[in-house]
């Protein structure tokens, strides 16, 4: 068994064989749970392999997808040492998944022998976990660097050898790593592995390190080292990442995260870059919660469900958290820095406000500043800002933790560097990490082994649920709904529940809908509350918006040994110009929440057969919709710097939605990146494309033609054609006013060149190449082309 492993793990494993012998289980056969699953499942006992204990880290690397422009960057585990720093060796045998007792919680007891009963002595295992561990001290040095762009110019080490004493841990973490539209568009940049050389010869000279993981999103990047001799206690490493930018997907601003198990505490470290600009903290706060809600580490066992930032023992979170000082003037600010007054500048710090307002980092702490702030100097010097801008200084680059036994010996800047407009952070902790004692481990196993034996003798599990029938009204696109139904375990044993898929259905539930935790365990007496969010997004939304769906489904709840509860979902969606398509829209002469539900999906099925009377049913050119938002932007927002590359605020997307769908004003609310984020969005929601399906290959085929490429276009349905011309007007008029928008053909190519022309399933690198070459050639205006004036709808 994986978790015994290490001294004395062979007499411990036949001491445990022993016990589970003396307590034979077989495993009853629930034939009729057959008119719910295709497949009989049996049990999901958490079984694990001795053998995967040699298993090499480089074995166990996520290799699925980033989410955002960017894809994830994985490093190869290579040692550090401080007498060769610079020769990069590499040694995947110093790193394995080494599967010390209880490395991982959710696969304890994967012994062959155990049935039904694995996870309910996992659950009291976990209960009583206090009784076999014991907490060891452990030092992580946590550094953070925006480094705005540069090239490692000067040793790093008054950073990262700074402390007196090794640490045992390095997780460090740098933000802009690449300023280039290469890196932003291709997620490559040979900075990356520049920074890392640079941070490797630059560690502390005391100790030797292995160089365990590197994961990037762009211009995020987070690097983990440890001291050789801890290697083998590491397992379970899992890493993800997360862009924030327009629509919830560039990578320009976002998250990378790592994962790991040491002995028996699991650890999460974020690397995070917020929004930027002094007035966007609602912004970074929507950033902060998107990470936490999108980030969710895979477990080794698939039926697991996946594990987000919240769920580990200590969580360590660092970056430029862009926060900046509020209701100060410059002048002020640079007052109080030279008073050393950092106290009273801490009182104006837009994180500390929302900290206090629990709006943000709930149940996070951060150590006393009392350094200056690290932003904005000039690069290459310790002066203030002295651009046109003159940003006012503020703490942009922070470095929190949340969980317990943790203490901060020091938090500081590092002035000597002077790289960047950035000075670098570091903050060194000490963290209590759970350590298992052996024999009474073993004692508590076998307690309970004994007493869940007892239980399950005489008793069948069951339950009592808080509520059977739940609606939700009003749904709206893009905008979560959420209700809870409490599980009480009534029964005298505990148990394992799960919602289960029914009969002729891939899944448990329809896509729109989610059950949050979907399985899980519940000692006797037990609760726990199940959170069930409706979400229609652009994959649920065209079927909602024409009537062939409907917001209904049955969750089935079933017990392992014991019955099954069924739980109703009904509700009511308010259909959305988003996620309906353009020949519908077309169609619509009021806005579609004032038009009668019958009326909208009767337009919409005349849409898909074409039947409609040329007289009665005349379509719009464009929808009036894409007009409002395309209006908006001409006349507001061209030179708009950062445009369709900065985000908006999601509470303003879901006004402009509400007046797209209800007509309750005459001009669009929010702000001009949230416009042009909702544009951006519309078309991503289209159920066709603005070139339809049926025509993606033949322009692929003709992409390096520009001639053959607009001959395409001609012969396009009439409301895509118009729809297809109006933008690409209305983006050659936005490249006239480059010199204030900072726009060029490139970004916008790279931004809508994959919305216009597109598939359902994902494209591979060349089809991307081609859609983006295509769509090159309308950028480049032609003296055929009409002026965007031309091409506005009546």
């Known amino acids: 068994m994986a978790s015994f492993r290490g001294k004395g793990s062979r007499k411990n494993i036949k001491n445990l064989q022993d016990v589970c012998e003396q307590h034979p289980k077989q495993e009853p056969k629930f034939d009729w749970l057959s008119k719910y699953r295709k497949v009989t499942r049996g049990a999901r006992s958490l079984r694990k392999a001795t053998g995967?204990?040699?298993?090499?880290?480089?074995?166990?690397?996520?290799?699925?997808?980033?989410?955002?422009?960017?894809?994830?960057?994985?490093?190869?585990?290579?040692?550090?040492?401080?007498?060769?720093?610079?020769?990069?060796?590499?040694?995947?045998?110093?790193?394995?998944?080494?599967?010390?007792?209880?490395?991982?919680?959710?696969?304890?007891l994967g012994m062959p022998q155990f049935g039904l009963r694995d996870n309910l002595i996992k659950c009291e295992l976990l209960k009583n976990e206090d009784a076999y561990t014991y907490i060891q001290n452990y030092s992580f040095f946590l550094g953070t660097y925006n480094v705005n762009g540069q090239n490692p110019k000067e040793s790093l080490s008054p950073w990262l050898a700074s402390t007196a004493t090794p640490p045992d841990f390095y997780l460090v973490g740098f933000q802009e790593l690449d300023l280039s539209k290469e890196a932003f568009l291709f997620n490559d940049t040979p900075k990356e592995l520049e920074w890392m050389q640079a941070v490797s010869k630059s560690l502390h000279p005391d100790a030797k390190y292995a160089f365990v993981k590197l994961v990037r999103l762009v211009g995020i990047m987070l690097l983990f080292y440890v001291k050789v001799e801890h290697v083998a206690h590491i397992s379970e490493m899992e890493s993800e990442t997360v862009g924030t930018g327009v629509m919830g997907r560039m990578g320009n601003k976002g998250a990378v995260a790592i994962r790991f198990q040491f002995h028996n505490s699991d650890i999460c470290v974020v690397n995070s870059h917020l929004a930027a600009h002094t007035d966007e903290f609602e912004r970074r706060n929507q950033d902060?919660?998107?990470?936490?809600?999108?980030?969710?580490?895979?477990?080794?066992?698939?039926?697991?469900?996946?594990?987000?930032?919240?769920?580990?023992?200590?969580?360590?979170?660092?970056?430029?958290?862009?926060?900046?000082?509020?209701?100060?003037?410059?002048?002020?600010?640079?007052?109080?820095?030279?008073?050393?007054?950092?106290?009273?500048?801490?009182?104006?710090?837009?994180?500390?406000?929302?900290?206090?307002?629990?709006?943000?980092?709930?149940?996070?702490?951060?150590?006393?500043?009392?350094?200056?702030?690290?932003?904005?100097?000039?690069?290459?010097?310790?002066?203030?800002?002295?651009?046109?801008?003159?940003?006012?200084?503020?703490?942009?680059?922070?470095?929190?933790?949340?969980?317990?036994?943790?203490?901060?010996?020091?938090?500081?800047?590092?002035?000597?560097?002077?790289?960047?407009?950035?000075?670098?952070?570091?903050?060194?902790l000490e963290i209590g990490i759970k350590l298992v004692d052996d024999e009474s481990y073993k004692r508590t196993f076998e307690e309970i082994v004994r007493r869940i034996d007892r239980l399950e003798n005489d008793c069948i599990p069951s339950v009592s649920l808080s509520q059977r029938e739940f609606?939700?009204?009003?749904?709206?696109?893009?905008?979560?709904?959420a209700q809870t139904v409490r599980v009480h375990n009534d029964g005298q044993v505990p148990c394992q529940f799960e919602f289960i898929q029914k009969l002729d259905e891939p899944f448990y539930c329809k896509p729109w809908l989610t059950a949050n935790p979907c399985k899980g365990f519940l000692a006797q007496g037990g609760s726990v509350d199940i959170v069930l969010e409706v979400f229609v997004n652009r994959s649920t939304a065209p079927e909602l918006n024409s009537g062939q769906q409907q917001l209904e489904d049955i969750l089935v709840l079933h017990l392992e040994r014991g019955k099954d509860y069924f739980i109703s979902i009904t509700g009511s969606y308010l259909p959305s110009c988003f996620g309906s398509s353009l020949a519908t829209l077309c169609l619509l002469r009021e806005p579609i929440q004032e038009m009668p539900l019958d009326t909208v999906r009767e337009l919409s099925m005349k849409?898909?057969?074409?039947?409609?009377?040329?007289?009665?049913?005349?379509?719009?050119?464009?929808?009036?919709?894409?007009?409002?938002?395309?209006?908006?932007?001409?006349?507001?927002?061209?030179?708009?710097?950062?445009?369709?590359?900065?985000?908006?605020?999601?509470?303003?997307?879901?006004?402009?939605?509400?007046?797209?769908?209800?007509?309750?004003?005459?001009?669009?609310?929010?702000?001009?990146?949230?416009?042009?984020?909702?544009?951006?969005?519309?078309?991503?929601?289209?159920?066709?494309?603005?070139?339809p399906f049926s025509f993606y290959q033949q322009c692929?085929?003709?992409?390096?033609?520009?001639?053959?490429?607009?001959?395409?276009?001609?012969?396009?349905?009439?409301?895509?054609?118009?729809?297809?011309?109006?933008?690409?007007?209305?983006?050659?008029?936005?490249?006239?006013?480059?010199?204030?928008?900072?726009?060029?053909?490139?970004?916008l190519v790279s931004i809508f060149a994959g919305l216009l022309l597109r598939l359902p399933t994902n494209q591979d690198p060349t089809e991307k190449r081609k859609v983006k070459e295509f769509f090159q050639h309308f950028l480049v205006q032609m003296p055929s082309d009409r002026d965007f004036h031309d091409k506005s709808p009546q």
């Open 471 to 481: 609606v939700f009204e009003h749904v709206k696109f893009m905008q979560h709904q």
């Open 288 to 428: 902060f919660k998107d990470i936490c809600r999108r980030i969710q580490f895979r477990q080794e066992d698939p039926s697991l469900p996946p594990l987000t930032i919240m769920k580990h023992n200590v969580v360590l979170w660092l970056g430029d958290l862009n926060y900046r000082l509020s209701d100060l003037e410059v002048d002020h600010v640079k007052e109080l820095i030279a008073k050393k007054e950092f106290e009273t500048l801490c009182n104006h710090d837009q994180l500390k406000r929302q900290m206090d307002e629990e709006v943000v980092f709930v149940g996070f702490t951060e150590g006393e500043i009392d350094f200056q702030p690290t932003y904005k100097y000039d690069t290459g010097s310790d002066q203030w800002d002295t651009s046109e801008k003159c940003r006012v200084p503020a703490w942009c680059d922070r470095i929190l933790w949340r969980g317990k036994a943790i203490k901060q010996l020091n938090y500081q800047s590092h002035m000597t560097l002077k790289t960047s407009d950035h000075k670098p952070v570091s903050s060194l």
């Open 700 to 747: 692929l085929d003709i992409s390096a033609d520009s001639s053959q490429c607009r001959q395409i276009i001609s012969i396009l349905p009439q409301c895509h054609r118009n729809v297809f011309n109006y933008l690409t007007a209305f983006l050659q008029e936005l490249l006239k006013h480059s010199a204030n928008n900072r726009l060029d053909a490139t970004i």
């Open 52 to 108: 995967a204990s040699n298993i090499k880290m480089s074995q166990i690397k996520k290799s699925g997808k980033a989410d955002g422009v960017g894809q994830k960057k994985e490093d190869e585990r290579g040692v550090c040492e401080s007498q060769e720093r610079g020769k990069g060796e590499v040694r995947d045998d110093l790193i394995r998944n080494s599967m010390h007792i209880l490395s991982n919680k959710d696969q304890m």
């Open 607 to 691: 849409s898909k057969s074409q039947a409609s009377d040329p007289e009665t049913d005349k379509p719009q050119e464009i929808p009036k919709e894409l007009w409002m938002m395309v209006d908006h932007l001409f006349r507001c927002a061209k030179k708009q710097e950062d445009l369709f590359q900065q985000p908006g605020l999601h509470s303003e997307f879901e006004e402009i939605r509400d007046c797209l769908d209800t007509g309750s004003l005459d001009t669009l609310p929010g702000s001009n990146h949230s416009v042009a984020e909702a544009l951006l969005m519309f078309l991503d929601a289209l159920p066709e494309p603005v070139i």
